[in-house]
């Protein structure tokens, strides 16, 4: 995961599929958009900005919802899913994420401190299901550990 948004790798991503011609699913589904993104490096560094301001905002919220045991799963399943809808976003999110990546007034800090955007763009990132595959990890992690403790226990008869 680390080398998915590591420059260099993606640059060989990238030369990868311009060598065969086409897309074999190497680096982010951007399109067009994606070299532009790439031949930049201030909006490459206000990418990686977001991406990290948005792990940032899902833990908070996370955390304020007193999941206990289970807030760590589930923080990390929904930083799995918002990865996974960077990797191919919808045309929406694209022009989302390109809107707040050319808005200079979020960049000038080391976290994008308007959460009211980042709450948009989590809103625009994770639907319904994604919320219940989110739930149902930390749920099920959630049963895996009560089950441990009561076994480890002798509890149960």
């Known amino acids: 995961m680390s080398q998915l948004f ?21 680096g982010l589904d951007w399109g067009s958009a994606f070299g532009s993104l790439m031949g930049n490096l201030e909006l490459w560094g206000r990418f990686t900005t977001l991406r990290i301001s948005l792990n940032r905002e899902v833990r908070l919220l996370l955390n304020n919802w007193n999941l206990g045991t289970a807030t760590k799963i589930a923080v990390k399943t929904a930083k799995e899913r918002i990865l996974e809808k960077f990797r191919l976003p919808t045309p929406e999110v694209r022009e989302y994420i390109l809107a707040i990546l050319e808005n200079d007034e979020l960049y000038g800090e080391e976290f994008i401190s308007n959460r009211e955007i980042l709450r948009e763009l989590l809103g625009l990132l994770l639907k319904q299901e994604d919320w219940e595959t989110i739930a149902a990890v930390a749920a099920d992690s959630l049963k895996k550990q009560i089950i441990h403790q009561a076994v480890g226990e002798k509890i149960s008869a």
């Open 6 to 26: 590591d420059e260099e790798s993606l640059r060989k991503s990238v030369e990868a599929e311009d060598k065969i011609g086409g897309n074999i699913g190497a």
